[in-house]
């Protein structure tokens, strides 16, 4: 059964570092989408990208984040400058359409740890 | 404000046993209703969706209900297993935005 991949499963990096996480979505999805889980926290929304660009995001998502899709599979969460409370799980999900009611498949999420 | 609470927060329960977890939701626009299954330091992985339309839905040993009037959610967990121990998500998407707006879980334990 196809999965959406995430590499690493764990990143750990200093305050200041840049770290870019990666994604491999199902292959026939067209809608992809980053969350992020601070431990003990609900799963929040960063992002949502179609069609080769951003088509929503969230408060959180600032100046520091950017996503990219550089080839036809990778998709990837950029964080440019790591806070400590960047710290969290970061889910890549995709899905065939948007939302209104569509499955969206989640990786098994890269575990980022800043210090 | 769309919110979405779940109760209890955290469950024990013995090998075999049922159990019933709960979900309210002040979402609206209201478009659908989703339970994920999240195990420890994973993805979640969806159990159901429902519609407006739908009262109850099951996917296996896991039946999840709705009451759109009174906006409240049911998942019914029967003859739990060890692999059932996870977290239990409800997530209900906004009509409007398209949003999910997410609950944080009701940790279930199950032990032998």
């Known amino acids: 059964e196809p999965e959406v991949t995430q590499t690493p499963s764990h990143q750990v990096t200093q305050m200041g570092q840049e770290v870019i996480l990666r994604c491999v979505p199902i292959?026939?999805?067209?809608?992809f989408y980053w969350y992020r889980q601070i431990l003990g926290q609900k799963v929040e929304f960063l992002v949502s990208?179609?069609?080769?660009?951003?088509?929503?995001k969230s408060e959180i998502f600032d100046d520091q984040f950017s996503v990219e899709r550089p080839d036809g599979s990778n998709f990837t969460l950029k964080i440019r400058s790591t806070k400590l409370e960047d710290s969290a799980m970061y889910f890549c999900?995709?899905?065939?359409?948007?939302?209104?009611?569509?499955?969206?498949?989640f990786g098994p999420g890269t575990r980022l740890t800043v210090t | 404000k769309n919110q979405v609470e779940q109760s209890p927060q955290s469950l024990i329960i013995l090998e075999g046993k049922n159990c019933t977890l709960q979900?309210?939701?002040?979402?609206?626009?209201?478009?659908?209703l989703r339970w994920y299954k999240q195990d420890t330091g994973r993805g979640p992985v969806s159990l159901t969706i429902?519609?407006?339309s739908e009262n109850t839905k099951s996917n296996g040993r896991y039946t999840a209900t709705l009451d759109a009037d009174t906006k409240q959610s049911s998942l019914h967990i029967t003859a739990s297993q060890l692999s059932d121990s996870a977290s239990y998500i409800c997530?209900?998407?906004?009509?409007?935005?398209?949003?999910?707006?997410w609950g944080l879980g009701t940790s279930l334990a199950v032990n032998p």
């Open positions: 997530v209900v998407e906004a009509g409007n935005n398209r949003k999910l707006i």
């Open positions: 979900c309210n939701y002040t979402v609206s626009p209201f478009s659908n």
């Open positions: 292959s026939n999805h067209l809608y």
């Open positions: 999900a995709s899905s065939q359409r948007t939302s209104g009611g569509r499955e969206q498949y």
């Open positions: 429902m519609t407006f």
């Open positions: 990208f179609y069609n080769n660009e951003i088509s929503e």
